[in-house]
């Protein structure tokens, strides 16, 4: 789970960095609860890979190339995919995020 108010607004900022244009900004008065609940039921429709590298890159600081050592290869059994992997499963999911039906359970979140 996600911690306290400030971190999920935090993180979530980071991440919207590149889901969200500028022309929005954060509401401080929303339901933490009901944020950290839009946000695992978005994660939720991801595959397992792509909720791994969202989790280490956004809320673990993680790099890529940190990434790719932690995850394990589908094709080998072993750990370690190299960061252009990472970096597609990166882009997978933020295209899956930002889709509209994702994306609209998160930006309730957001006033213009």
């Not at 960095?17 to 994660?43: A, G, H, R, S």
């Not at 989790?55 to 072993?78: A, H, P, V």
Request: charged fraction near 30%; charge should be positive.
């Amino acid at each position: 789970m996600i911690g306290s108010k400030n971190d999920i607004l935090n993180k979530y900022k980071k991440l919207d960095d590149e889901l969200v244009d500028d022309q929005y900004y954060y509401d401080e008065n929303f339901d933490d609860f009901k944020l950290t609940e839009e946000v695992n039921n978005v994660l939720s429709t991801l595959s397992s890979r792509e909720k791994q590298v969202i989790k280490y890159r956004y809320y673990e600081n993680m790099t890529f190339e940190e990434i790719g050592k932690s995850i394990l290869n589908m094709n080998s059994g072993k750990y370690g995919i190299c960061s252009q992997n990472v970096s597609h499963i990166l882009g997978r999911a933020i295209h899956k995020i930002r889709h509209n039906r994702r994306s609209r359970k998160l930006i309730q979140f957001l006033i213009r």
